[in-house]
Every structure is written in structure tokens, then in C-alpha cells.
């Protein structure tokens, strides 16, 4: 049988429906009263005062026990950032929907874990042998036990012992902030080729193995002096990536030959006549045509919902990742795909609208302005190219000449202040030529440009080197940061 990702998506919806959950719809993409985030990036975000205990009691959230949804997710920028691992990654996305069901003081880990394997092994049907789940190691130091019960409940689920796999607090504890709500989290893989084992779980080193869902066991509150108090209401958080599902229901290599990815691949094909998609990875990749249908498909999602949402392209914040995206996308779409720049994007949006408007109607309300938005961007960006990029080649024709790795510090500089390459759009560049960028050089060369323009900061006498705790002293006492760099924010969950 079939699975279309439409009919994936709401045999998620009817499972948890029948379960008594409700539905919430996905919150923006553009988070509205969280400015501790530039997009978000998982279902939870919109659930925060809940965990939190600030949730306004007459609020319909108030009276939420039990809820699922998929939520527009973008991780690009900030805490969770994909974007670089775009086109070399075979089923990470700058947009995604994350599929996700909640209980908020109500059912908890037990019945968390069933749900996650009935859904997996008796909705979809998943072959159990090819189904892994980790569970929380513990943390001696930090006084944590090792989530045994999690265990436990796969066990009792009828998995078998030696796909349940102890991993450590980077992947299997989650906590929101310093203090807070948190808890252990047990994520489930599937071995997309069948006769992996545990070690690949442990290793991450298989591409044909992939994380699909995370269950989170939100059970503690961790106080101001570090310690883990119960809480006395525990939460349930799940997240389950609607195009990995979608990847492994329609038996395919990656995310991009899936029926959500497939149609834009086509138009591509269609509006540039370069060859078809072969789903080529890495070096065997050898045109990088592949590569680039990948980006070009990932970042016109991305920037449909973006700008639906209310999303503009500038200088700061969560504006400035939607410029770079369609940077990235559009100098992607020139140089490998034979581009030539101006509407190329607005051209492309129509299939997306075509393929998802039909569950987010919001993406087909303001066609036209994102469509003239995409266009200014894309044109406007096709003159800085045409201005600096004599000096890009220029100053990598030289390092390659020169067998150097990286271009110089002070040329990535000069292309960012006289040509208005970010230094972001400088480093994709380098990189497709095999090169890095001299990042430390470059922040000396932003500091020194700025310190001899703007303000001479006490104890730094110009023409002397700057240290790195200079950098970093300029930076903290007078906010010398460029404001483009959006990487640069303190960002968290
Ligand atoms: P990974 O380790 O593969 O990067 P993650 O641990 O960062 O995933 P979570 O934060 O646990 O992901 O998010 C929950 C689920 O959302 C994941 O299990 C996965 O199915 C999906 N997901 C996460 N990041 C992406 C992405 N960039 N593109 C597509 N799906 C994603
Ligand atoms: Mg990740
Ligand atoms: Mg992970
Ligand atoms: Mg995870």
C-alpha cells in the first residue's frame, strides 16, 4: 500500500484524536511573545507557559490535558541551526513539520511509550526489527538516576533488549533554560535498510539510520542551586519529523524523493532544463547538480513559510536568516543550476503552495506580496553579486594558487564592508570551492574597522593586534557586533 504524506499525517491526527487529544493548531513560524527565539523550532514552543506554570488561567490553554498537532518548524539560526547541513544531509530541513502529541499533567512515560510503538508498529506498520529507542543514561555528578523506566516500558512493549540503547545528556536530557522544567527523553530510530545494529544507534554514524521521534518525560524542575526537584504534575512532549516518517513509510533513500519533496524537484527540472534529480550524495556527487536541487527544494519551503508568516528579509534577527536563505538558495541556483537571477524563487512557490496550502491555507493568502518580496531580494542580491564577486574570485584564485585553506581574514572583511557580502554568504561561497574563512581574522578586521570609525574603546591603541579577549571585550562593553550576524544572538529553547 501507499502512503502519500497526506494520508501519513492524518493517521497521526486520528490516532491521537481517538486517544481524547485535541487538536492545536501550529503556532507561526515567527514566534510572537517568545523573544528568545528567532523561529520555531519545535511543537513545544507554543506549550511553554503550561510546563512553565504561567499559563493565564481563564485561557482555553488552561483547561489542555491532552494535545497533538504538526507544527511549521524552521531551524536555521539560533540554538538549532540545520541550515549548513542542508544538500549534504539526506533527511535534514531548514523548514519542517513536527508531528507531535502532549499531556499536560495527565498520562505520562507508560502510556507515552505505547502510544509511540502502536502508532509506529500497528498504524503504519513499521517492521519491529528495525526499530531502536534510547533512554537517559543518568548523571551520577549531577545526581540523576538512569531512566530505567523508560527502559522498562519498551521492554514491556516487546522490543527487543538489544535495540534499547543508554545515551548520554547531550542527546537524552532535555531542559529548557538554566532552571525549569526538564527531564529525560527516550528517541526512536529506524533502520531504513534493515541488519544495522545498536552500535550504529550509539556511533550516529549511519545515514541510513535515522532519528524519528523524541519523547520527552518532562519530571523534574531544575532549582536555582542546580539540584532536580519532582515536579508533582509530569508532562508529556513528543516531536516525530513528518518527512522522515514520510522517508521511511515511502521506502526511500532520503526525505527529497518523497511526494513532498518530488513536485518541487520537477519544477526545478522544469524552469532551469538542467538534468533530472539522481539523488546523488557527497563526493559521488561529482557536478554538485544534485546537491543543489536539494538546497534550492529545502530553502523555497523555508522562505514560503517564513514569509506567509509575516516574515521580511533584513539586516537583523530572524529577517536577516530569511535574506541569507534566499542568498543561499539563489547563488545555489545560479552558479549550479544556470539560473538566471530575478523571479527565479517566486517561480518555484507555486508547487509549494499546491502541495501544502491545502493543510496550512495561510501560505496561499498572500501570494503576490511574498511573491514581490522574493523578487526585490533575489534581484536586488543579483547586483551584489555582480559588484563583489571580481573580488571573490580574486582573493580565491589567490589562497588556491597559494595552497592556503582559508581566505584571509581582512579580504572577508573587505568584501562584507565595500561589496556587502555577509560574512555568511562569503563562508557558503568559500566552501564550495574547498575552502574556510580566517573567522578569527575577520572579527579583528571588524573590530579594528569599527574602533578606528566609531569609538576608541580605553586600554586598545589603534594599529595593535587585537587578541581574541579583545574581540570578545569589544563586543560585550560596546556592542560592536555587526547586526547581521544572527548566529551571534544568545538564543535558547
Ligand atoms: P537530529 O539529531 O536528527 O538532528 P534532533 O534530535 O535535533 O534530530 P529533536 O529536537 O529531537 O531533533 O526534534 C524532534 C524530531 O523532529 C526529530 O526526531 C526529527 O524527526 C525531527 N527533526 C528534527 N530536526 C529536523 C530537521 N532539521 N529536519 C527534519 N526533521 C527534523
Ligand atoms: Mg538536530
Ligand atoms: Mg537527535
Ligand atoms: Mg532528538
Redesign the pocket.
Known sequence: EFWTSDRIRSEFFNYFRNKNHTFVPSSSTIPLNDPSLLFA??GMNQFKPIFLGTVDPRSEMATLKRAFNSQK?V?AGGK?N?LD?IGK?S????F?E?LGNWSFGDYFKKESIAQSWEVLTAVYKLPKDQIYATYFEGDAENGLEPDLEAKQHWLEQGMAEDHIVPGSSK?NFWEMGKTGPCGP?S??FFDCVGGRNASHIVN?DDPNV?????N?FIQFNRESDGSFRPLPSKHID????????VYVLQNKRS?YDTDLFLPILTQIQHLTRIRPYEGRFGSIDTDGIDTAYRIVADHVRSLTFILSDGGIPGSVGSGYVLRHILRRGALTARNKLGVTLGSFFSSLMPVVLESLGHIYPEITQRTKEMQEILDSEERAFSQILEKGEKLFQQVTSRAIQQNATEIGGGDVWRLYDTFGFPVDLTRFMAEQLGLGIDEVGFEIAKARSRESSTVSPVGLTQGVALTVHDIAYLRDNFKLEATDDASKHELST
Do not use: K, P
Open positions: 523550532n519545535a518548524c531551524r538549532h540545520d547541513n544531509s533527511y535534514h530541513h531548514t519542517f513536527m542527546d527523553s528517541e526512536i550516529q535515522i532519528e524519528i521521534w523524541n520527552v513528543t516531536g516525530l519529523g513528518l518527512e522522515r516518517l526525505t
